[in-house]
């Protein structure tokens, strides 16, 4: 079974869409994370969610909001897509950090591309 | 906030050599510091990971030390395989707000 699950592996899209990508774990994990990927490698968080909190890096757009229906999926919607959009998306779940800090599981990553 | 930075950027060597990379990190007061690797088009795999009062932790042919005072961690592979070859990330989780924040990865190739 796959811990950390994303769907879809790829999306194309074209600019002034809206999309979205779906994240679900089945590891009984309480924080879900949201990181995304530049051309550089780079993994720069975009939210942080448990069933207390979300933490939302104050230098993503509001484009982009994540939305979790229960603990164990976090979904990312993204509205009017812009080319600078285009990365891999990796959603993320860890052990409730606040009591007992845990390892991070990843997802295999979402490649974006916006046209 | 904290800063993580991983030194060298990159590395090419031959088979066999026992490699060491670097991980250094700004803020010491830390939860724990994970080490993952990956693949060119694929997810992060989780290699090893020390809590903040743990000093190493092993696997196989990995060790991965941790000295927070410091500042600094080091991953040491022994014996290095061409299926080595992959991009070396380091996770620190500091208190506050418990995001894991990332270096931006040493980009390893061991050729035969």
């Known amino acids: 079974d796959t811990a950390v699950s994303q769907t879809p592996k790829y999306l194309v899209t074209q600019m002034g869409n809206d999309k979205s990508i779906k994240c679900e774990q089945n590891?009984?994990?309480?924080?879900m994370y949201w990181y995304k990927q530049d051309s550089k490698k780079f993994l720069k968080i975009m939210f942080s969610?448990?069933?207390?909190?979300?933490?939302i890096n104050e230098t993503v757009p509001n484009r982009f909001s994540p939305k979790s229906p229960d603990k164990a999926h976090l979904n990312l919607h993204i509205n009017s897509l812009e080319l600078g959009d285009s990365a891999v998306y990796f959603c993320?779940?860890?052990?409730?950090?606040?009591?007992?800090?845990?390892?991070?599981?990843f997802g295999e990553g979402s490649r974006l591309t916006v046209l | 906030k904290q800063e993580v930075t991983q030194i060298p950027a990159a590395l090419s060597v031959p088979e066999g050599e026992n490699l060491v990379l670097n991980c250094s990190f700004t803020d010491s007061a830390i939860y724990n510091l994970q080490w993952f690797r990956q693949d060119p088009g694929k997810g992060l795999t989780s290699l090893l990971l020390i809590q903040s009062s743990q000093r190493e932790q092993t696997s196989g042919r990995l060790n991965a030390s941790l000295d927070k005072s410091s500042g600094r961690s080091t991953l040491y592979i022994a014996a290095s395989q061409p299926g080595d070859s992959a991009t070396y990330l380091c996770a620190v989780l500091s208190g506050g707000s418990y995001i894991p924040t990332f270096g931006r990865g040493t980009s390893l190739i061991v050729h035969p």
């Open positions: 590891l009984g994990h309480d924080t």
């Open positions: 969610y448990n069933n207390k909190e979300l933490i």
């Open positions: 993320a779940s860890s052990q409730d950090g606040t009591r007992v800090p845990g390892e991070l599981f």
